[in-house]
């Protein structure tokens, strides 16, 4: 019996619901990992369909498409080379699987179904699957691995039974979503408890890319049984890494290799929305975006990411003055578009305001000039925005922060519209913490050039939606470091009003923000997508009513 393995781990992007596409990109990783002499590839979590599916597995058609690539792949396992760990989804007596195959010898030779299914924040994954039975370890070349998937290591169950039947190495293969601070809990939280009460090594294998409102970020690590990190990939990165492994009179464990740095705060955040908004852009095929460039830092951070993810040349500006534009405003977009090297338009949105107010000033006469007014001018750049995004197909992405969108102040079908949001989990707080981090660094898989990108000025100066004279958003909302502290209590962790005045917060501010908090709900259901930063994002993680009266205080 094989003292010695090689096993390669293939940190990779997917595609969900390309098959054939990424069961190419795995024949070619093979082939790879072939010539580096590898006994076995591993590829992450449902890497044969993508992940997350959703409701695409319900669909007869994918998973017959899937079992046949599967074959497929299985087949080309007849030549010499590696053994792949594969996960897909498969059907056992009518009932569906997320799981795992071990294809050898130009055959499946073993699958194994995830035991424990997710069913909190985005994932619902018992709404689809059927649990599989507590897995048995599978034999691949003189070694007993046990095949864990994702969530069944976040339990001790499926592990200690893995290692009472006899495993002698853990194999985890995932498909888990950025959040801050997830990667410190997946190591130390998770992997190492499980590692050190088993008494097996561990290597944890994610996948890395951006589906829909989710960011993976990768960071694969392998951990041997006595908790020591003896292999970590990077983040944010697809990659493909040789380990090699040895049995000795105590069991196997992983020769110690590369430890890559992993981004630091915020760093991570920055990466995580670059990400999103990449693969979102391309998976959708859009040529590029435009975004409404105001001379604010919302706007003037969204164009920092969008450059980052896309390349200047496919990032498109445009401001959109109007009679309350202020000419700081439009020397500072100006600045920002120039900084990042990419177009800027200009196309005053005044004539659109004349036409209006003669349009509706037979039906608002005697009435006096309120927030309406206001939001007409919103409403008018999201139509000429939408305009150029229709004429020239660059998809449209909006600039709404977390602080703005939980109190509503924001303009549906306004400064609303659009395909995708980069700042829709990111608090204004967060949003000046990053805009500071992009002036004085540049993320690693960063397009855009070195240096402030964003003026000093845009972060300095009092910010202001510019919808009537000298408005500031300090005239309506509390100073932001407060109103966040507060949303982090009533959005991030449930808590009451109580609970937050006895944190030190004015009772009828908390009050009234807790208010603003449930009627602007419907606002942010049809709100556009953006990419998840925290535990608690808007959609999946909190599925609050539209219409309801409970308030805590």
Same mark, same amino acid.
């Given at each position: 019996?094989?003292?010695?393995?090689?096993?390669?781990?293939?940190?990779?992007?997917?595609?969900?619901?390309?098959?054939?596409?990424?069961?190419?990109?795995?024949?070619?990783?093979?082939?790879?990992?072939?010539?580096?002499?590898?006994? /076995? @590839?591993?590829?992450?979590?449902?890497?044969?369909?993508?992940?997350?599916?959703?409701?695409?597995?319900?669909?007869?058609?994918?998973?017959?498409?899937?079992?046949?690539? /599967?074959?497929?792949?299985?087949?080309?396992?007849?030549?010499?080379?590696?053994?792949?760990?594969?996960?897909?989804?498969?059907?056992?007596?009518?009932?569906?699987?997320?799981?795992?195959?071990?294809? &050898?010898?130009?055959?499946?030779?073993?699958?194994?179904?995830?035991?424990?299914?997710?069913?909190?924040?985005?994932?619902?994954?018992?709404?689809?699957?059927?649990?599989?039975?507590? $897995? &048995?370890?599978?034999?691949?070349?003189?070694?007993?691995?046990?095949? $864990?998937?994702? =969530?069944?290591?976040?339990?001790?169950?499926?592990?200690?039974?893995?290692?009472?039947?006899?495993?002698?190495?853990?194999?985890?293969?995932?498909?888990?979503?950025? =959040?801050?601070?997830?990667?410190?809990?997946?190591?130390?939280?998770?992997?190492?408890?499980?590692?050190?009460?088993?008494?097996?090594? +561990?290597?944890?294998?994610?996948?890395?890319?951006?589906?829909?409102?989710?960011?993976?970020?990768?960071?694969?690590?392998? @951990?041997?049984?006595?908790?020591?990190?003896?292999?970590?990939?990077?983040?944010?990165? =697809?990659?493909?890494? !040789?380990?090699?492994?040895?049995?000795?009179?105590?069991?196997?464990?992983?020769?110690?290799?590369?430890?890559?740095?992993?981004?630091?705060?915020?760093?991570? @955040?920055?990466?995580?929305?670059?990400?999103?908004?990449?693969?979102?852009?391309?998976?959708?095929?859009?040529?590029?975006?435009?975004?409404?460039?105001?001379?604010?830092?919302?706007?003037?951070?969204?164009?920092?990411?969008?450059?980052?993810?896309?390349?200047?040349?496919?990032?498109?500006?445009?401001?959109?003055?109007?009679?309350?534009?202020?000419?700081?405003?439009?020397?500072?977009?100006?600045?920002?578009?120039?900084?990042?090297?990419?177009?800027?338009?200009?196309?005053?949105?005044?004539?659109?305001?004349?036409?209006?107010?003669?349009?509706?000033?037979?039906?608002?006469?005697?009435?006096?000039?309120?927030?309406?007014?206001?939001?007409?001018?919103?409403?008018? %750049?999201?139509?000429? /925005?939408?305009?150029?995004?229709?004429?020239?197909?660059?998809?449209?992405?909006?600039?709404?922060?977390?602080?703005?969108?939980?109190?509503?102040?924001?303009?549906?079908?306004?400064?609303?519209?659009?395909?995708?949001?980069?700042?829709?989990?990111?608090?204004?707080?967060?949003?000046?913490?990053?805009?500071?981090?992009?002036?004085?660094? #540049?993320? #690693?898989?960063?397009?855009?050039? /070195?240096?402030?990108?964003?003026?000093?000025?845009? @972060?300095?100066?009092?910010?202001?939606?510019?919808? %009537?004279?000298?408005?500031?958003?300090?005239?309506?909302?509390? $100073?932001? &470091?407060?109103?966040?502290?507060?949303?982090?209590?009533?959005?991030?962790?449930?808590? !009451?009003?109580?609970? +937050?005045?006895? =944190?030190?917060?004015?009772?009828?501010?908390?009050?009234?923000?807790? %208010?603003?908090?449930?009627?602007?709900?419907?606002?942010?259901?049809?709100?556009?997508?953006?990419?998840?930063?925290?535990?608690?994002?808007?959609?999946?993680?909190?599925?609050?009513?539209?219409?309801?009266?409970?308030?805590?205080?």
């Amino acid at each position: 019996m094989a003292d010695t393995l090689t096993i390669t781990f293939a940190q990779h992007n997917q595609r969900v619901g390309d098959i054939a596409g990424n069961a190419k990109a795995m024949l070619a990783a093979r082939e790879r990992a072939k010539a580096a002499g590898a006994d /076995l @590839i591993v590829f992450p979590e449902m890497h044969l369909i993508g992940y997350p599916p959703e409701d695409l597995v319900l669909k007869p058609a994918l998973i017959e498409r899937a079992a046949a690539e /599967l074959d497929r792949l299985a087949k080309a396992t007849d030549e010499d080379g590696p053994g792949m760990l594969v996960g897909s989804v498969f059907v056992r007596d009518g009932a569906l699987h997320n799981g795992v195959a071990l294809l &050898d010898g130009g055959r499946i030779t073993a699958t194994r179904f995830k035991h424990e299914l997710p069913n909190y924040g985005t994932f619902d994954e018992q709404r689809l699957f059927t649990p599989g039975d507590l $897995p &048995d370890p599978v034999l691949f070349r003189g070694a007993m691995l046990g095949l $864990p998937i994702c =969530e069944d290591i976040w339990h001790p169950d499926v592990c200690r039974h893995l290692a009472d039947m006899g495993a002698q190495i853990l194999i985890c293969i995932n498909g888990s979503p950025y =959040e801050i601070d997830k990667d410190v809990l997946r190591i130390d939280g998770v992997a190492k408890r499980r590692a050190i009460d088993t008494g097996l090594p +561990l290597a944890y294998l994610n996948r890395v890319g951006g589906q829909d409102e989710l960011a993976f970020d990768g960071a694969s690590f392998v @951990i041997n049984a006595d908790g020591t990190l003896a292999a970590q990939m990077p983040d944010w990165e =697809e990659v493909e890494i !040789s380990t090699r492994w040895v049995k000795g009179r105590d069991g196997w464990s992983c020769v110690p290799g590369a430890l890559h740095r992993l981004a630091d705060h915020p760093e991570d @955040i920055y990466c995580a929305m670059v990400t999103a908004l990449r693969d979102y852009v391309d998976d959708n095929g859009f040529p590029g975006v435009l975004l409404g460039l105001s001379g604010g830092i919302d706007s003037a951070l969204c164009a920092a990411v969008a450059v980052d993810a896309l390349g200047a040349d496919r990032v498109w500006n445009v401001m959109l003055p109007s009679r309350f534009t202020s000419q700081e405003s439009l020397d500072d977009a100006e600045a920002c578009a120039r900084a990042l090297g990419c177009r800027l338009s200009t196309i005053p949105i005044q004539p659109a305001v004349a036409g209006f107010d003669a349009m509706l000033e037979d039906d608002f006469a005697d009435t006096q000039v309120d927030i309406t007014e206001e939001n007409i001018q919103s409403r008018i %750049r999201g139509v000429t /925005l939408m305009a150029l995004s229709n004429k020239f197909g660059h998809m449209l992405v909006t600039t709404g922060n977390k602080s703005e969108m939980s109190v509503g102040y924001a303009t549906i079908y306004g400064d609303m519209a659009g395909g995708y949001n980069p700042l829709k989990d990111a608090y204004k707080t967060t949003v000046f913490e990053l805009a500071k981090w992009r002036n004085r660094a #540049k993320p #690693k898989i960063g397009k855009g050039p /070195l240096g402030e990108v964003i003026p000093q000025n845009i @972060i300095d100066k009092p910010p202001s939606a510019e919808l %009537r004279p000298d408005q500031k958003d300090s005239d309506s909302l509390p $100073p932001y &470091d407060v109103l966040d502290g507060i949303l982090h209590g009533l959005v991030e962790h449930e808590k !009451s009003v109580d609970q +937050l005045v006895a =944190e030190g917060f004015e009772r009828e501010t908390v009050r009234r923000i807790e %208010r603003l908090l449930h009627l602007a709900e419907y606002k942010r259901r049809q709100a556009p997508p953006g990419v998840k930063l925290g535990a608690r994002n808007f959609g999946r993680d909190r599925r609050y009513p539209i219409t309801h009266s409970f308030r805590s205080g």
